[in-house]
Each structure stands twice: as structure tokens, then as C-alpha cells.
């Protein structure tokens, strides 16, 4: 094999690794969180992701426990106690981001068909759970003593179109993503302006409203 063969070898062998290293479940929970902290809107849950993160939670408690009970050397059980805090501190700072927007967003999630099934079940009644206890709060504390026309939860009087009173993300601001891939020209949207030439591993400050099909679709990550 000669040199150029054994570098082009070698660069496809690195290139597998990298990919297997990014397909794992502890790099798929880093970048789930990434995005989810950086997205201004919520983002599908990943069911199936959280529940194999915490059968492996459950595993590796269940494994430094019996490291623990059964002496092994105090480096091999820390290296294993870093891993599951690790994992512990991802899956519990993952949900709390989007039980906090659902928190500030429950009522244009609601109404928001698409935004809504990107819920889980359990997300769902929260939410559900936040509006009831809202609707009940404003009910008791200010529209019960305000004049007919203006006893809404969602607009400001029953003169207006639109649910002004919603609070909504704003998906116009610029967030820093990066692409591992080259996604070559991208035009971010109808304004005219010459289109981006996306990099693989370039950072970028874009709108979140003009990368958003990218982020959903895997092409982009936020970071």
C-alpha cells in the first residue's frame, strides 16, 4: 500500500470514528440538550432517547453500587460515578429547558397543532396544568373585576384580531450553529441578500427562523 493509499485509509478510518463517537446516546444527549437550550421555540421531544438515557442511568447506578460494595479500585469507580452524573446532568437539564418554555409559551403551544404534538404525554398535561392553573389565577386576581369587553385570556379586548396577549417565541433571533457536514450555498430567506456557503465545522450567527428546517431535519446544531 503506498503513502497515498495508507493516508486516504487512514483519513476514512477517522472520519468512521468520528461518526460512531457522534451516534452514541451520551453525544445524541449532549446535542438534544444543545439544541434545545439554544432553540427559541420547543423542538420535538426525543422519546425514545430519554428512555434509553435513563435505562442506562439505571444501569450505571445500579453498576457503582456494586463497585462500591465490592471494593473495586477507587479510580475505576469514580471514572464511572463522573459518567452517570454526567448523563444525570444532561437528561435533567434537557427537560427542565422544556418544561421551562413550556412554562412561558403554554398557551401559543396549545393552540399551535405542530408545536403541541412535539409534546410528550407527559409534557402535554403539564401544560395543560399551567394553563388550567393561568386561566384560574388571572380569573381570580384581575379579569373577574375588569368590564365585560376586556375579560379575556388571550387578547387585550374583545375588539381585538389576534391573540395579542400570547406570549411567543422569537424565532428572529440569531443563534450560533454549526454544520458537520458542507451544505454549500443556503439562501436564508426573501430579503435578496446573497445566500451563506455553509461550512462543515464553521461557526455561524444566523436567524433561528431562516436555519430552522436545518435544525429539524439534523443538518444544523446549535451550540
Not at 445524541?28 to 432553540?39: D, T, V, Y
Not at 379586548?157 to 454544520?179: F, G, K, T
Request: net charge negative.
Amino acid at each position: 500500500m503506498d503513502s497515498g493509499d495508507a493516508s486516504g485509509y487512514s483519513a476514512g478510518v477517522d472520519d468512521d470514528y468520528e461518526s460512531l463517537l457522534s451516534t452514541t446516546d451520551a453525544e445524541l444527549l449532549k446535542r438534544a440538550w444543545r439544541n434545545e437550550k439554544a432553540a427559541p421555540e420547543i423542538l420535538q421531544h426525543e422519546t425514545a432517547l430519554v428512555q434509553r438515557s435513563r435505562e442506562q442511568i439505571q444501569l450505571m447506578e445500579e453498576t457503582v453500587e456494586e463497585f462500591s460494595k465490592n471494593g473495586v479500585d477507587p479510580l475505576t469507580l469514580s471514572l464511572y460515578q463522573m459518567d452517570l452524573d454526567r448523563t444525570l446532568f444532561l437528561l435533567r437539564s434537557y427537560l427542565r429547558t422544556r418544561l421551562q418554555k413550556i412554562e412561558n409559551y403554554a398557551f401559543h403551544i396549545q393552540k399551535n397543532t405542530d408545536l403541541w404534538n412535539r409534546l410528550s404525554k407527559q409534557e402535554q398535561k403539564f401544560a395543560e396544568r399551567c394553563i388550567d392553573d393561568t386561566e384560574q389565577h388571572l380569573d381570580q386576581s384581575v379579569l373577574s373585576k375588569l368590564p365585560h369587553g376586556f375579560k379575556s385570556h388571550l387578547k387585550q379586548s374583545s375588539l381585538s384580531l389576534a391573540d395579542d396577549m400570547v406570549p411567543e417565541p422569537q424565532l428572529d433571533q440569531y443563534v450560533i450553529c454549526r454544520s458537520k457536514k458542507f451544505l454549500g450555498s443556503f439562501q436564508l430567506d426573501d430579503s435578496g441578500e446573497e445566500p451563506v456557503n455553509i461550512e462543515a465545522n464553521d461557526l455561524y450567527a444566523l436567524p433561528y427562523k431562516s436555519i430552522k428546517p436545518l435544525v429539524e431535519s439534523g443538518q444544523i446544531d446549535l451550540v
